[in-house]
């Protein structure tokens, strides 16, 4: 079993920044993507950035490029979102999920809450 834990989230200025932090514990596997995805209060749930093992392949949201950055610390089964220049619009509930090599992310984080007050 895998568990994703994050961490990070919390109230922001517009403007501001905050990192989320995503620790994996349980199964290593040789192949992941590990993906940070967040919902607002009656949207869908948007994929924001990934990350490959190895880090050679990122994605981000055209909503977050240029603002967020996604990095990993493989020693520490732990990766990050970088979080700059928050606009309201990123309030959400943030999840970090990992794809473990099927194509689809089976494992979630809890989620952590991003508010950012204008």
């Known amino acids: 079993q895998v568990q994703l834990v994050e961490s990070g989230g919390g109230l922001v200025q517009a403007g501001g920044s905050l990192r989320l932090s995503c620790a994996a514990s349980?199964?290593?596997?040789?192949?992941?993507?590990m993906g940070w995805f967040r919902q607002a209060p009656g949207k869908e749930r948007e994929k924001v950035a990934s990350i490959s093992r190895s880090g050679v392949n990122t994605y981000y949201a055209d909503s977050v490029k240029g603002r967020f950055s996604i990095s990993r610390d493989s020693a520490r089964n732990t990766v990050y979102l970088q979080m700059n220049n928050l606009k309201p619009e990123d309030t959400a509930v943030y999840y970090c999920?990992?794809?473990?090599?099927?194509?689809?992310?089976?494992?979630w984080g809890q989620g952590t809450q991003v508010t950012v007050s204008s």
């Open positions: 349980g199964r290593t596997f040789t192949s992941w993507v």
């Open positions: 999920a990992l794809d473990a090599g099927a194509g689809r992310y089976d494992y």
